[in-house]
Structure formats: C-alpha cells, structure tokens
C-alpha cells in the first residue's frame, strides 16, 4: 500500500461530505466503490468485468440513481463464464492505489447465474496514519447477452481525480430512457448544489446500508 500517495485524504472526504450532503461514513462508502471500480479497470478483464447498474448510471452518465456501497458488473464473454473463485482472484490482484481490500472476509455465493461478495472489508489510505475500513458488495452475472462499449468514469473523492476508462454496458442512443441528456446532468448538478447548501446533514440509519437517496439523487431499484 503506497503512502507516498495515499488513496483519498480528509480534504477529498470533506468535499464529497458537501458536495453530496452526506455523512462522512457513507462518504468513505462511496470512495471505497469507486477505489474499487479504478482497481477492476485497471487490472481484471474487461470483458469479464462489464460495468452496469447505479454505479454505471451516476459515474458515466451523471445520473441522479446511485447506489452508496456497491457494485455490479455482467460477465460480457460469450464462450466461459466466471465463478466465485476467478471473481475473487481477478479483484485480489497487487496494485499500488492506495487502498487494501480483504477479499476473503468477504460472504461469497453464486446462485442463479449471480456471482456476489458482501461485506468485502475495503481499508482506505486517506493519511499516514493508515488505513480506515469500510465495507463494500461486489455482484457479477453471468450469461448476460449485451452490448458494450468503452466508457469514462467519473471518480468520487479521490486525491487522483483523473478520470478512467472502464467496460460498460451499453444504453445506445443518446436518447436513451436511462441516459440523462447534457441539459438534464446540468440542472441536477445544480439542484444537487443548492440543496447540499442549504440543508443540515443529518445521520442516517442507512450511513453504512448500500442504498441511499442523495440530494438531487434517487436510490437505484
């Protein structure tokens, strides 16, 4: 684990504590998906790993849908598919990101063509000082026919915020139901703003949940 560059730092925490008026546990919640989400991208197969869901719809597309603390991805390869133990080895892979997932803590089933890993400890590097754990979920189905395409995805409180390339499932047109419009992710942002400025934070029961109704945010289904 790098502490030359740690992953985030309180100052990246506090920015996603006002820009999405949220607690800070659930702030580190959506910093660890997306320390995750940069790990998959940058070594597991991409055809393997195909982003889709929540995560895909906030940070591609800018949709208001998001989901705090979890991730979903579709087994786009036609002639295999994954199981439990090539997911786990595909997201254990030596990096130097700045964060520590302990992928066997993890609850892992596979059932029906779903292949999911709950309460995955993720320890993030926000100083030297070490790591800070929190929880993550982690889902991959198999068999999914789609189409895919290569997409950017937006980090969430990282110290690095350059923007990557991930795998993802296609929505098609620009018209697409799903796929916010340019003049639709402007007026959120700007409800998102001015919400997150003038309300008062509050804990909520769901500070650790994977669900979570953000200002000018909807919780995915």
Do not use: C
Request: charged share 25%; proline share 5%.
């Amino acid at each position: 684990m790098s502490r030359e560059q740690p992953l985030t730092s309180p100052e990246a925490i506090d920015d996603v504590v006002e820009r999405y008026a949220v607690t800070e546990a659930q702030a580190h919640l959506l910093v660890a998906k997306t320390a995750v989400a940069k790990l998959v991208a940058t070594v597991a197969d991409d055809e393997m790993f195909v982003l889709k869901g929540g995560t895909l719809l906030h940070h591609v597309h800018g949709s208001p849908r998001v989901s705090l603390a979890d991730i979903d991805y579709a087994d786009g390869r036609k002639k295999v598919s994954a199981d439990v133990a090539a997911v786990k080895d595909a997201i254990r892979a030596e990096h130097d990101l700045g964060f520590q997932m302990d992928v066997d803590a993890g609850a892992w089933n596979q059932k029906g063509g779903l292949i999911s890993g709950e309460e995955i400890p993720v320890f993030l590097t926000i100083d030297a000082s070490g790591g800070h754990p929190v929880n993550i979920s982690v889902a991959v189905r198999q068999g999914e026919v789609i189409d895919m395409e290569v997409v950017e995805f937006h980090p969430v409180g990282l110290v690095d915020r350059t923007v990557f390339r991930v795998q993802a499932v296609s929505l098609g047109a620009d018209d697409h139901p799903l796929r916010p419009s340019a003049r639709g992710r402007q007026q959120r942002a700007q409800r998102g703003a001015r919400t997150a400025a003038a309300s008062t934070r509050r804990d909520s029961p769901l500070a650790t949940g994977f669900i979570r109704v953000l200002p000018g945010l909807q919780s995915i289904t």
